[in-house]
């Protein structure tokens, strides 16, 4: 693999790194470096990484890891003044259904620590940033989702986060009947076997202003309860469910099985995929729906916009 600037010009003579290899040490200019690592054409880009800053006297070393198939590729760097510094990985959902004109609930997104700024732009409702950034772990990332057009951050907090761990930020709640929330969900993107595939529900739907009120069932089209995915509340993340290939027909549901609150559209998935279905909408503003986000290993990641079908009125 090669190590190149963002422009994709080669850092010194960073090109063609075998397995295995350790190159010499480099001397360079203090300031921000702005890396990644790509295959040996140069035309693949493997990993991006976050902004290194360099200082007077410092020494670094940057171990690119990981095999894909079971952890995926990632970098630590080791230095003599900073002692570890690994990265997480965060992506960023827009689940806030705050307005029912869809262009007026565009967000910009601001993550700032000690290391870098980094800035998600333009994000509507029902919209995720563009897969996973990578981001200084053990630092306060300070965290600020603003409505486009305003100066005043619709919601505000400071995380830290853990090496080597995924993350989802899910700007929820519409500001009536739920406040708005950044839900902070762990992924884990292990692959199971190749014949079955990793489900979880999350639900963000802020339909009610009790959270009793909002109180959901997932059953399959015979009624029958999806495991143990009953009774979710607001906010909750269920478990990951192992199950064997196959077409879900599945709904949401008031507890007990009826209503029908929301019709899922068939669902099918391939062995060995991570899926999370995300239940969505406040029915003020946005209609009760559903989103799903499939991720295999970190590398194949694709989103089911949204589709609404067959939603009853709640309110």
Known sequence: MDIRHDDGTLLDNFDDIEYLSATTYITLPTGSYDLHLSDATSTTTLFDLPTLPLTEGQIATVYALGD???????????SSTTTVSAFA????????????????????????????????????YGQTSDGY??????????????PTGSVTPAISTTLVFSPDVHYTLA????????????????????????????LR??????????????LLDVRDQSGTLLDSLGDLTYES????????????????TQPGGSPTLYDILPLSFNGGQVVTLFAIGDTLNQPLSTLVITNRQ??????????????????
């Open 171 to 198: 700007a929820i709640g519409n500001g009536t009947d739920q406040p708005f929330n950044l839900l902070v969900i762990t992924d884990d993107l292990s692959a199971p076997m190749t014949d079955t595939f990793k």
């Open 237 to 252: 993340v269920s478990t990951y469910l192992t199950l064997p290939v196959s077409i879900l027909d599945l709904q949401l």
């Open 298 to 315: 970190g590398l194949f990641r694709y989103i089911l916009p949204l589709v609404y079908k067959e939603a009853v009125a709640i309110r």
């Open 89 to 124: 990985h965060v992506q960023f959902a827009h689940f806030a259904p705050f307005t029912g004109v869809l262009t007026s609930t565009a967000v910009s997104v601001i993550l700032n620590n000690p290391m870098t700024t980094t800035v998600i732009s333009d994000v509507m």
């Open 201 to 214: 529900v999350v639900h963000v739907a802020p339909f009610s202003n009790t959270i009793t009120g909002t």
């Open 68 to 78: 894909i198939a079971n952890q995926p590729l990632d970098v630590l760097v080791i």
């Open 133 to 146: 950034l990578h981001l200084a772990a053990g630092l306060p990332t300070d965290i600020q989702v603003i």
